[in-house]
Nanobody, 126 residues
Framework: QVQLVESGGGLVQAGGSLRLSCAAS??????MGWFRQAPGQEREFVAA????????YYPDSVKGRFTISRDNAKNTVYLHMNSLKPEDTAVYYC?????????????????????WGQGTQVTVSS
């Protein structure tokens, strides 16, 4: 059974930091990603990492503030979030893509990910 289990969400003040974790089990993935969804909003891409080479990709909205990393031995992906803003408030989802990406491209659309975690709430107060 494939499982992605997020943890590490919570309440933090603006300017603060949080680290989210996503423990994967049941299969290996070519790439892992993080998305977020605020109430009434579409699910938004936040970060992606290739499992083998560790290449990363971020949208401009979080570039320089968020860092995605992985621990191969623990089958765990992390999202380090710094300089948090109230607009970062959302449910954060971990996702796994089964395709292995050998070039520079990393998946950034929902349809490119076949496996999802249950989500973890991040609330940033002003």
């Amino acid at each position: 059974q494939v499982q992605l289990v997020e943890s590490g969400g919570g309440l933090v003040q603006a300017g603060g930091s949080l680290r989210l974790s996503c423990a994967a089990s049941g299969r290996t993935f070519g790439a892992m990603g993080w998305f977020r969804q605020a109430p009434g909003q579409e699910r938004e891409f936040v970060a992606a990492i290739s499992w083998s080479a560790g290449r990363t990709y971020y949208p401009d909205s979080v570039k320089g503030r968020f860092t995605i990393s992985r621990d191969n031995a623990k089958n765990t992906v992390y999202l380090h979030m710094n300089s948090l803003k109230p607009e970062d408030t959302a449910v954060y989802y971990c996702a796994g893509a089964t395709i292995y990406y050998s070039g520079s491209y990393l998946p950034r659309h929902r349809y490119e990910y076949g496996y999802w975690g249950q989500g973890t709430q991040v609330t940033v107060s002003s």
